[in-house]
Structures are given as structure tokens and as C-alpha cells.
Nanobody
């Protein structure tokens, strides 16, 4: 299992930016796939972004493509989600997740480790 701790949420005006962080610990991370999901009130948790700890391929939901950037700092065992041009519909609790190699990366059932979540609120 991987332990995950998110930080960096908050409130921002529409058009603003926030950067979320997720610190990972607990096992060798080399083959881990990291993901960001979000859950708005009354809605199901949805995929936002994913990347492998090794390699450069990053995946994004269409709703955030071009506005959000997921990255990692291997030395700090931390992944980031840079969110620009935020919209009110981006308001949600954002969760960091981890899984082993292989398989899918865009469903909540693909991941077996989750952080506690961090609230992002975008005011219009």
C-alpha cells in the first residue's frame, strides 16, 4: 500500500490558479501509476489526470485538458496538479490515488490507495 497526503486546496476566483500536491510514501514508487480524481457535491468521483512514476506519458480528462498539468518530483516522492483557468465547475474535493502497473487508469476501481482529499472552490 501507498500512503498519500494531499495539500494545496483552497478558494479562488474563476480564471485563477491553484497547485495541488500529493506526497507518497510506503513502498517503492518506481512502478506506481499516480492519478488525480475529483468529486463534486451530489456527483460521482471522476477522473482528472494520471501519470506513471517512470516515463513521461500523462493522461487528462477532456474537461481539464489544456488547463491542468500533472507532474512529479521523484526526489520528493510528490506529484502535483497545476490547475489554471479555473472554472466554477472545477469546484470539488480533489483526491490523489495510486495503483500498481498495468491495467486501466481512469476509473476509481483501478486504484487501490487514496488520499484524504482536498477541497477546491472556484467562485464565479
Amino acid at each position: 500500500q501507498v500512503q498519500l497526503v494531499e495539500s494545496g486546496g483552497g478558494s479562488v476566483q474563476a480564471g485563477g490558479s491553484l497547485r495541488l500536491s500529493c506526497a507518497a510514501s510506503g513502498r517503492t514508487l518506481d512502478r506506481i501509476i499516480m492519478g488525480w480524481f475529483r468529486q463534486a457535491p451530489g456527483k460521482e468521483r471522476e477522473f482528472v489526470s494520471a501519470l506513471a512514476w517512470i516515463g513521461s506519458t500523462t493522461y487528462y480528462a477532456d474537461s481539464v485538458k489544456g488547463r491542468f498539468t500533472m507532474s512529479r518530483d521523484n526526489a520528493k516522492n510528490t506529484v502535483y496538479l497545476q490547475m489554471n483557468s479555473l472554472k466554477p465547475e472545477d469546484t470539488a474535493v480533489y483526491y490523489c490515488a495510486a495503483k500498481g502497473p498495468g491495467g486501466g487508469y481512469s476509473r476509481t476501481s483501478d486504484f487501490n490507495s487514496w488520499g484524504q482529499g482536498t477541497q477546491v472552490t472556484v467562485d464565479s
